[in-house]
């Protein structure tokens, strides 16, 4: 069991030598108990995972995780003077979307599942993993891609004749009103 997880400790462990906040607070808590900070590290990724299976608010949880980071680290993106980074986040973004549509349709099978939570913002933290081939990127390369490249022309269609019928009902409302007056 304990080489399964050796190598997901080493990771996290080269994770905690970068210079972040996080880092800085585990190493106040470090200094503070004398437990490491690979151990505090992963005991809190162990108790959120807990929380994620049998706690209250497991949704909220999964939630803040799967958009809060991302978010920041959107915004983040967007003030940098590079565009990778907004790449990065756009693709995360559309396949986060693309998730969000599928799983309002499957939402009320799936969260009857007891490691649903947990499957999910495993699912999405793997979208968003800071390496090059990530979920999302994946995701986005091998389905939403092609898809929408396959369908471009007839989804621009529909686009532009539903903004045409919107554009005709708002300039019927307007001399609806003014008739009234």
Not at 15 to 42: H, M
Not at 86 to 91: E, F, H, S, V, Y
Not at 149 to 172: E, S
């Amino acid at each position: 069991m304990a080489s399964f997880i050796q190598p997901y400790l080493d990771t996290l462990d080269r994770y905690l030598q970068q210079k972040n906040k996080v880092n800085e607070i585990l190493q106040t808590l470090e200094d503070k108990t004398g437990v490491k900070k690979l151990y505090l590290a992963a005991g809190g990724i162990a108790l959120a995972a807990l929380w994620l299976v049998f706690g209250y608010g497991a949704q909220l949880l999964c939630n803040i995780i799967a958009f809060g980071y991302p978010a920041y680290a959107s915004m983040k993106a967007l003030e940098s003077p590079e565009t990778a980074d907004d790449t990065k986040w756009l693709t995360y973004w559309v396949v986060f979307a693309c998730f969000s549509v599928v799983e309002f349709f499957s939402d009320i099978l799936l969260n009857w599942f007891p490691l649903y939570w947990l499957a999910k913002c495993v699912f999405l933290v793997y979208c968003f993993l800071p390496i090059s081939s990530n979920g999302a990127s994946l995701i986005y390369s091998k389905v939403v891609r092609p898809f929408f490249l396959k369908h471009q022309g007839r989804i621009d269609g529909h686009l532009n004749n539903f903004g045409d019928m919107a554009h005709k009902a708002a300039q019927a409302a307007a001399e609806n009103s003014l008739k009234k007056d």
